[in-house]
């Protein structure tokens, strides 16, 4: 891999393989007595989340603390940045404090770009999202959801039909998804109305409709992305009504999807909205999963790029299976 | 005052002669090869250095009165003189914003104490820049400044009844609206062109569209009222177009160019280093390709810097909270040679006409962008274009240090800047 | 640095029968095959404890548990290179619990791979018993660990090199030794 991960685009096949084989292994210590591994003893990791989110800094705590790094949790409200102190005296801040990694939530585009490349810090960032631009680690998750479920945990995601339905112009999900997915083999349609798909979308590697109807019976994963009330007063779209009604995965759409495919969402989710009660809970859903398999993958990442010296250089190896 | 030789200089890139400056104008200019034999002069080496007529800028911002932690007018016209520049037009976006003739005079006269150049202010168009009241246009050309040019720029003039207004009123003496074409509801919150790199770096996007909607608008308006209009940085393929079909119906439009839009495009985004964010935004290479093709054929009158100082803590951070803006004043020079003279695109007397005879005619600044010919006052610029120069900051006489062109190799490099027959510039430093 | 032409120490007659030996001194020694487990450690490991179930189940015409446990994660030398690859851990589905868990390896050398095989059983659960067999031990311990079974003791040098290679992985079964050369 490399000294940091900000984008899924960073990631080439054999970096993608790695990490999904590697959380795999690090899956059964969830299941283990002793749910804990020496391997990130003594190394300092930084939860800096400038965005509310409870459960990613948790999944990234939870991964931290298993593999026995130290984890310093560090939320904007209330702290030195809401009173208006830069990013940069943030990371110099936290460069003082010996932190090996930097786990970045933050609403600016870019923010980890930022911090991995002023010369601030010495050590690896971790993007959990930044703005509308990516986040890397949920598009692994996914990718590792998916993995089990349609390709018993192994290999590629090559033949997968994938469907990200929502509101794609501010999802960073859907940008790191539809970027791995493609580094994967998979096939993924982005299903939205026009207003919520970004200009220039035609040139990365997906297809666009605008029909969740035509798409839903042939995909083997569908993916609902939050959709936030107040684009309606943006003129995204005119109500929720109308949202739902077009674009909402719901009973009828839930029965018509194909045997063995599967429901995602990244969360939180608007039940009602984007997603019925009946599709986030029935047994097609998947979503609970996908919150257990990021800790899993966020070991995989934190060990990859804090286990070692350096990643640059590593093989992937073929598995030796007993 | 001293009197200069300069020796074997090119007049706009021509056969090298002698120019003889004294008493604040060009004296004697020998016969092409043939030398001057003056006394009592001070005698520069010209050595093949091209000779322009000195710079003139329709679009700098000196900051002062407000923002002097960014820049002064002293030090923003030190490095004006260093970029070749005997004239700047400064922007009215001060604090207090220069609505007033009280702070027009100021501007005037801080630039006439500082020397480097003569500072020319530009008025705004509307009180405080709110974009709902007139501001007091004829108490600013009256005044000492002899303010001509109008403009809001840093924002648009969007309320199309205020822009009607304001281009009729200033009929009355002759001065000329200059635009900041953004149509503020398509740009709200807006940090990059929208394009194939906004959609990938999840940055909002800036679309072309809200700058062509506004000249296209405002060509109309002005056609209607008679009136003169001036389009700021102009950064698109369908603005060029929009000026193209303006002018060949006889509009009275004129239009600008910075530099960066000439040389950078929106892919320098792609690292987020806040050094590449400005207004308007750096576009696509096809952009870039015709606003080169409209400066040639003059649908883009002039080459203007939009020089934007900002302290370092208003780029040294993540995109979204830097600052709009870039140095210009220093590297303008360059930047053109590289663009569009070593592309063979422009000649020297072309570029001459771009960045100082046609800005002045625009400024209606009666002594800068002369002819270089006996009589004429002594505004000259003496170029270098055979030396390559990285960019450092080290280089940088602006207080601020935010120019894009950090790290690059730019041709090129002002030698000597005269203001009427003051050397501002000697031996590619300032005089003092 | 290179190393020149090994010299076989173990042919595969020799590696057949010191296995078979193994094999019976692990049932002599427990009595039996009652609450054996294999763990072997990869690469080679997880090989011979495979061929050790097939020998132990022909002898006692009991099937044994057999597993694979990787180590990486519990070793003390993470920081000298690269993250490196895990390799899957499988642990059988009787678990370890109460059971004596026989560690297979092919090379003891150092001990510092037993010492990080202890650290993982530690957290997977509680063996009744570990025991430890290895075909070569070479000697140069580090670490205060010792095996229980040996298929041959190999007084070596820090300058040699032990190869062990096995028909499963590198086509055939055999032993060498050789030196490194120092540039």
Request: glycine letters at 8%; a negative charge.
């Amino acid at each position: 891999m490399h000294r940091h991960l900000l984008s899924a685009a960073d990631l080439s096949l054999e970096d993608t393989l790695l990490i999904l084989d590697t959380a795999e292994e690090m899956s059964r210590v969830a299941d283990a007595p002793v749910r804990k591994l020496p391997t990130l003893r003594g190394r300092t990791v930084v939860n800096l989340f400038f965005e509310d989110s409870t459960r990613t800094r948790i999944s990234f705590e939870a991964a931290a603390k298993r593999l026995s790094a130290d984890v310093i949790n560090f939320s904007a409200k209330g702290s030195s940045v809401s009173k208006g102190e830069s990013l940069k005296d943030t990371a110099l801040t936290l460069e003082a404090m010996g932190a090996d990694a930097v786990v970045i939530r933050h609403s600016a585009s870019g923010a980890p770009h930022r911090l991995a490349h002023a010369g601030w810090l010495h050590g690896s960032v971790l993007n959990a999202g930044d703005g509308t631009h990516e986040h890397p680690t949920q598009a692994l998750l996914d990718a590792f959801t998916m993995r089990r479920h349609l390709r018993k945990g192994k290999g590629d995601l090559a033949g997968v039909q994938v469907a990200i339905v929502g509101d794609v112009l501010h999802s960073r999900v859907a940008r790191s998804n539809v970027i791995l997915l493609a580094t994967l083999g998979a096939s993924v349609t982005l299903v939205a109305p026009a207003t919520l798909l970004p200009v220039g979308v035609d040139k990365w590697p997906c297809s666009i409709s605008y029909d969740l109807d035509s798409v839903i019976g042939k995909v083997d994963v569908v993916m609902a992305l939050r959709v936030q009330l107040e684009r309606m007063s943006a003129a995204y779209f005119p109500s929720a009504r109308e949202y739902s009604r077009r674009f909402g995965l719901e009973s009828t759409r839930l029965a018509r999807l194909r045997e063995g495919a599967i429901v995602m969402h990244p969360g939180p989710m608007n039940r009602g909205l984007e997603i019925s009660a009946e599709a986030a809970d029935g047994l097609r859903s998947v979503i609970v999963e996908q919150v257990a398999n990021g800790v899993s993958v966020r070991m995989a990442v934190l060990y990859l790029l804090l286990g070692g010296a350096q990643l640059a250089d590593i093989e992937y190896k073929t598995l030796v299976e007993a | 005052m001293s009197s200069y030789l300069l020796r074997g200089v090119r007049l706009l890139g021509n056969d090298p002669v002698d120019l003889h400056l004294a008493n604040g104008v060009i004296a004697e200019i020998s016969e092409p090869s043939k030398k001057l034999r003056v006394t009592g002069a001070k005698t520069i080496e010209g050595d093949g250095l091209i000779a322009l007529p000195g710079l003139v800028d329709l679009h700098t911002h000196l900051r002062e009165p407000g923002r002097e932690d960014a820049e002064t007018i002293e030090t923003g016209t030190r490095a004006a003189a260093l970029g070749g520049y005997t004239a700047v037009h400064a922007m009215a976006n001060t604090d207090p914003v220069a609505d007033t003739a009280g702070v027009v005079e100021q501007v005037w006269r801080l630039g006439k104490e500082a020397g480097f150049c003569d500072v020319f202010p530009i008025g705004a168009v509307t009180v405080g820049l709110g974009g709902e009241r007139l501001a007091e246009l004829g108490a600013m050309a009256d005044s000492a400044a002899r303010v001509r040019i109008f403009s809001d720029d840093g924002k648009c003039v969007s309320d199309p009844i205020l822009m009607r207004r304001a281009l009729e009123y200033i009929k009355s003496f002759g001065g000329v609206i200059a635009q900041h074409a953004q149509e503020p509801r398509l740009t709200e919150g807006a940090q990059m062109n929208e394009g194939e790199v906004s959609a990938v770096l999840g940055l909002r996007g800036w679309p072309a569209v809200a700058e062509e909607a506004i000249i296209a608008r405002d060509v109309l308006l002005a056609e209607h009222v008679g009136s003169k209009l001036h389009i700021c940085h102009v950064s698109t393929a369908g603005s060029a177009e929009i000026l193209r079909w303006a002018k060949s119906r006889g509009i009275d439009v004129t239009a600008e160019v910075t530099p960066h839009h000439l040389l950078l495009t929106d892919e320098m985004a792609r690292s987020y280093n806040p050094l590449y964010k400005v207004n308007p935004p750096l576009r696509t290479l096809k952009d870039v390709q015709a606003l080169r093709a409209a400066l040639v054929d003059g649908v883009i009158d002039a080459v203007a810097t939009d020089h934007a100082p900002h302290p370092i803590e208003d780029k040294d951070c993540e995109w979204q909270a830097a600052a709009f803006g870039m140095l210009g004043l220093q590297n303008a020079l360059s930047v053109v040679q590289q663009t569009m003279v070593d592309t063979q695109l422009l000649t020297w007397a072309q570029v001459a006409m771009r960045m100082s005879t046609t800005p002045a005619r625009i400024g209606q600044i009666g002594n800068h962008g002369r002819p270089l010919s006996p009589g004429e006052p002594a505004n000259i610029t003496l170029y270098d274009p055979s030396v390559k120069q990285v960019v450092t900051e080290a280089h940088i006489v602006s207080k601020s240090r935010n120019t894009p062109y950090l790290g690059m190799t730019l041709p090129g490099a002002v030698i000597a800047t005269f203001l009427r027959g003051n050397p501002t510039v000697l031996a590619g430093k300032l005089t003092r | 640095m290179g190393t020149t032409q090994g010299r076989i120490v173990l042919d595969e007659g020799d590696l057949s029968r010191a296995l078979t030996r193994i094999a019976h001194q692990i049932l002599e020694r427990n009595r039996g095959a009652e609450g054996l487990l294999l763990l072997g450690i990869p690469t080679r490991g997880v090989q011979l404890a495979n061929r050790l179930a097939v020998l132990i189940s022909n002898i006692e015409g009991l099937e044994i548990p057999v597993g694979t446990l990787d180590v990486t994660l519990h070793r003390d030398d993470l920081r000298l290179r690269p993250a490196r690859t895990l390799i899957p851990t499988l642990i059988p589905t009787s678990g370890l619990e109460g059971r004596i868990v026989v560690l297979v390896d092919d090379v003891l050398f150092s001990g510092r791979t037993i010492r990080a095989a202890l650290d993982a059983i530690g957290e997977i659960g509680r063996p009744a018993a570990v025991q430890l067999a290895v075909l070569i031990d070479r000697g140069h311990r580090e670490l205060p660990i010792r095996a229980d079974y040996v298929g041959k003791n190999l007084p070596t040098s820090l300058h040699e090199v032990v190869k062990v290679s096995l028909k499963e992985i590198d086509g055939d079964d055999r032993v060498t030794i050789s030196e490194v050369s120092n540039a």
